[in-house]
C-alpha cells in the first residue's frame, strides 16, 4: 500500500515501512505496544464503521446491496450466508462445507483470543482479572458490530469492480470510492493496524527471550541487548520473506492462527483447569500441536494429502496435541510448587472493592443489550431483506431460514458472554508475573 500511494518501488516502501516498524519496538517495547494497539483500535474502528456506511448508502442501503449482489452472475451466492458455493472461485461445494468451516474458524478463533501470546502478554499487563473481563466483553460487542455491517461491504465492493484482488479491495475503494478524509483515515488505520501487530509480535520475542530463556543471573542491559538483536533478527526474516513472497495477509493470518489453536490451546486451557497436566504434558503438548499442523498444513498446500473440511489440519493436531498432553501427563507427576501455583490461580482476592464486581456486571449487562440490538439489526436489515426478495430470485427457503439463523447466532453470543460475565465474575489475585512484563 506505501508503494502504491507513493509510486515507489514494491521493496523500496517494504524496506521503509519494515525499518519504521522494527526502529519503533527496539526502543519502545510494551509500553509503546499499549500504546499503539489503542490507537490502532480507535482509528480502525472510525474507518470500518465509516467505510461501511458510507458504501452501503451510496450503494442503496442494505436493499439495494442485497438486491444489486443477487442481480450479478460472476459470483452466484455471494449475498448468502453461506457465501459462493458455485463456480470456479467458489471456496466450498455446499452449504453444509460453509458451515462446518465457519464453525472451525470460529472455535480456532476462540482458541487463539483465549489462549495465544500476544493476547495473554496483555492479561498479564491489566490492573486485575475485571480489567480483562470488561476489556473482553465490550470487545465482542465492537467486533459483533463490525462483523454486521464489514462483511456486507466486503461484499458489495463487488458491485464497484468485481476483478480486485481481495487483499488491495479496502485500499482501492479508499482511494477511488470513499470521500478523501474519509480514505485517509482508512488507510491511516491500515497502517496503524500493521505497526499494531508488528510491534505485538517483535515485543513477544524480545521479553519471551529475556525472560524466559536467558539465564536470570544475567543483569539488565545485557538482556536488553540480547533481546533486541532478537527482534532486529526477527524483523530480518520477515523482511526476507516479505521481499520474495507475494503479499497474502489473509492466508499468513488465518494459518498462523490454527497454529496457535492447536499448540497454545489445549496447553493454556488445560494448565488453568485441569489437575493432571504436568510440564512435560504441557512441552510435549505444544510440540505435537506445532508440529503436526505445520505438517499436515504443508501435506495439504503440496497436494500431497486432501483432507474434508470437517477434518482441518487444525482439527487433527489440536487432537495430536491432546493425546500428547494426556499421555505424558499420565507418565509424570504433578509437583506440589505446581498444585500450590495453580491453587494460587484460583484464589479469590477480597480486598478488591466490591464496586469492582458491580462495575464488571454492569458492563455484562450492557453487553447482553448490545447482542439483543445487533440479533434485531441483522434480522431486519438483513434477514427480511433476503426474504423479501426471495421469490423474486428463486432463493430456497432454507437459504433464507439460515439468514435468520445468522442474526439469531449473532446476537446470541453476545448474550452468552455477558452471561458468563456477570454471573461467574468474582474477584481474583492479579498474577505477579505480569510486573516482568510490564517492565520490559
Not at 95 to 106: F, I
Not at 133 to 150: D, G, N, Q
Amino acid at each position: 500500500m506505501f508503494a502504491e500511494l507513493t509510486g515507489m518501488p514494491y521493496w523500496v516502501g517494504l524496506v521503509l515501512v519494515w525499518l519504521t516498524y522494527t526502529g519503533f519496538i527496539l526502543y519502545s517495547g510494551s509500553p509503546g505496544v499499549m500504546l499503539t494497539d489503542t490507537v490502532m483500535f480507535v482509528i480502525f474502528s472510525l474507518a470500518a464503521l465509516g467505510g461501511s456506511l458510507y458504501i452501503l448508502q451510496d450503494l442503496g442501503g442494505w436493499h439495494g446491496v442485497i438486491e444489486g449482489l443477487l442481480s450479478q452472475q460472476d459470483k452466484p451466492g455471494i449475498a448468502l450466508w453461506h457465501g459462493v458455493i458455485d463456480g470456479q472461485e467458489a471456496s466450498f461445494s455446499t452449504p453444509g462445507e460453509a458451515l462446518t468451516w465457519g464453525l472451525t474458524l470460529g472455535l480456532v478463533w476462540a482458541a487463539v483470543l483465549a489462549a495465544s501470546p500476544w493476547q495473554s502478554s496483555r492479561y498479564l499487563m491489566a490492573r486485575n482479572e475485571h480489567v480483562v473481563m470488561r476489556s473482553a466483553m465490550l470487545t465482542a460487542v465492537a467486533l459483533a458490530i463490525f462483523y454486521a455491517l464489514m462483511m456486507m461491504t466486503g461484499a458489495a465492493i463487488n458491485l464497484y469492480n468485481d476483478l480486485l484482488d481481495p487483499e488491495r479491495a479496502m485500499v482501492w475503494v479508499a482511494l477511488n470510492i470513499l470521500p478523501t478524509w474519509l480514505g485517509v483515515i482508512i488507510l491511516t488505520g491500515v497502517f496503524a493496524a500493521g505497526l499494531s501487530s508488528c510491534s505485538t509480535f517483535l515485543s513477544i520475542i524480545g521479553f519471551s527471550l529475556s525472560n524466559d530463556i536467558l539465564p536470570p543471573s544475567l543483569n539488565e542491559a545485557s538482556a536488553m541487548r540480547t533481546s533486541r538483536i532478537a527482534v532486529l533478527a526477527a524483523g530480518l526474516i520477515a523482511l526476507g520473506l516479505a521481499l520474495f513472497q507475494p503479499p497474502a495477509v489473509m492466508s499468513v493470518v488465518w494459518f498462523a492462527a490454527t497454529l496457535f489453536a492447536s499448540s497454545w490451546g489445549p496447553v493454556a486451557l488445560m494448565s488453568i483447569w485441569s489437575r493432571r497436566i504436568t510440564a512435560a504434558g504441557a512441552g510435549w503438548g505444544l510440540a505435537i500441536g506445532f508440529l503436526s499442523n505445520l505438517g499436515l498444513s504443508l501435506m495439504v498446500q503440496a497436494e500431497w494429502v486432501s483432507l474434508p473440511v470437517y477434518l482441518h489440519p487444525v482439527v487433527l493436531s489440536t487432537l495430536a496435541a491432546l493425546v500428547a498432553i494426556l499421555i505424558a501427563s499420565r507418565l509424570t507427576h504433578v509437583s506440589q510448587a505446581e498444585r500450590d501455583y495453580r491453587a494460587f490461580l484460583h484464589e479469590r482476592d477480597t480486598s478488591l472493592e466490591a464496586k469492582w464486581v458491580s462495575g464488571t456486571r454492569w458492563v455484562a449487562v450492557c453487553t447482553m443489550l448490545a447482542g439483543i440490538a445487533v440479533g434485531l439489526f441483522l434480522w431486519r436489515q438483513y434477514a427480511v431483506t433476503l426474504d423479501e426478495l426471495a421469490g423474486r430470485f428463486a432463493i430456497p427457503y432454507g437459504t433464507t431460514l439460515g439468514a435468520y439463523v445468522l442474526a439469531i447466532g449473532c446476537g446470541g453470543m453476545l448474550l452468552i458472554a455477558g452471561a458468563v460475565g456477570y454471573w461467574v465474575v468474582r474477584p481474583r489475585k492479579l498474577k505477579t508475573q505480569g510486573m516482568r512484563v510490564a517492565k520490559y
